[in-house]
């Protein structure tokens, strides 16, 4: 499958799930609680760690992440700098599916801090998590969405859609999801 019909079929998909029925465009923000015990135990997505397996997380993959990585940890919410979040995220570039839940939480958490080139850069980053690894991103996006995280996301689907060219989806097509 090629890449903008396999962006657009996450999409669908992504959008659908969020819907609470048929015809309705307003993301259904009240998981059960069964929902919710499920989402809560998803060990691969690194928020859900308490901050004792967070940091037995690093500690046993230590190795595999980047050292810039790793010197900002605990603090990703707080760099206002441009060039230092740049530098941060190109470093999360792997290929290896352990380290991805770690490097998707930095990134997504560096995101909320920036834009312009660096922006693209985290559009970039996830997107190639997407494509080297899509039931992450579909792991996750549940994740957001049972969570209630209506922000996260709409911010996780602008991140994919960013990355398409000529797909004709824009910012008001976003705002009816």
């Known amino acids: 499958m090629d890449k ?9 998909l992504l959008f659908l799930g969020a819907c609470q029925q048929k015809g309705s465009t307003q ?25 004792q397996g967070k940091k037995k997380f690093i500690d ?12 900002h940890y ?4 707080k760099i206002r700098n441009v060039d230092s979040i740049f530098s941060i995220v190109n470093a999360c570039k792997t290929e290896n599916i352990k380290i991805i839940p770690f490097y998707f939480y930095v990134v997504l958490t560096l995101s909320e801090n920036s834009d312009g080139y ?17 039931e992450y991103v579909y792991r996750y996006a549940s994740y957001l969405k049972l969570k209630g995280d209506d922000n996260g996301y709409k911010g996780l689907l602008f991140k994919l859609i960013y990355v398409i060219d000529g797909l004709g989806i824009d910012n008001k097509s976003l705002d009816s999801m």
Do not use: C, W
């Open 118 to 134: 660096v922006g693209e850069s985290i559009n970039d980053f996830v997107f190639n998590v997407y494509h080297a690894y899509p």
């Open 4 to 12: 903008p019909v396999s962006i657009l079929l996450l999409l669908m």
């Open 74 to 77: 605990d603090n990703y919410s």
């Open 60 to 71: 046993v993959n230590k190795s595999l992440i980047s050292p810039i990585v790793l010197a």
């Open 27 to 51: 993301i259904n923000n009240r998981p059960n609680s069964a929902q919710l015990s499920v989402v809560n135990k998803d060990s691969s997505i690194f928020e859900n760690l308490s901050t």
